[in-house]
């Protein structure tokens, strides 16, 4: 089995944890004026997506998880469960509510997304950091609102509101960063 020293560690790796895969996120090098250097290291679990902290002393070594990252093709949800498709091999996948997580919000038919699977099992799913996506509801647009006059409410055609400027109407088709959940700007036909 693959391991990682402390100075192999960087912002990606994925590591095991406790027995469950990590997402390094930070990774500090500290090197004290007194005593043995240590890295200061910021992990994501990547099953239940807690963040947690832990310190690894200078040379210490950890196991390297076997994670496969794939680049899925979304096909479509029962509400329970989540089906992606390999669009070279076909080879399907379902993930469950807690690989999907907050993700379900972006996911649209049709766009592809990262999947990364744990022993055949899908884990974690990250939608497309950018997706364009319909407005189904909002309050009307006010004449005369610039994009600087204020922000209201807009939900999605996939369910996720985001905070739009005042002149987004219902109908209008808006490109939106997944990341941070913000709005973009709007779709031009």
Not at 163 to 186: A, H, M, N, Q, W
Request: glycine letters at 8%; aromatic letters at 8%; one cysteine or more.
């Amino acid at each position: 089995m693959a391991t990682y020293s402390t100075n192999e560690f960087r912002s990606g790796l994925k590591v095991m944890l406790d027995g469950d895969p990590a997402n390094i996120v930070e990774n500090e090098f500290v090197k004290p004026g007194k005593g043995q250097a240590f890295s200061r290291v910021k992990l994501k679990n990547l099953k239940t997506g807690k963040t947690i902290e832990r310190t690894f002393k200078s040379g210490e070594s950890i196991e390297a998880a076997d994670v496969l990252e794939l680049e899925m093709q979304y096909l479509f949800s029962d509400g329970e469960e989540w089906h992606f498709m390999d669009p070279e091999s076909f080879e399907q996948v379902v993930a469950t509510k807690e690989a999907v997580g907050d993700s379900a919000q972006w996911l649209k038919e049709q766009d592809m997304c990262q999947i990364t699977l744990f022993n055949g099992n899908p884990i974690q799913v990250l939608p497309p950091n950018h997706v364009e996506l319909k407005v189904v509801e909002t309050d009307p647009g006010i004449r005369g609102d610039t994009a600087t006059g204020g922000t209201k409410p807009a939900t999605l055609e996939t369910g996720a509101v985001v905070k739009v400027p005042l002149f987004i109407e219902e109908g209008e088709v808006l490109r939106c960063d997944t990341r941070t959940g913000e709005y973009l700007s709007r779709v031009k036909n």
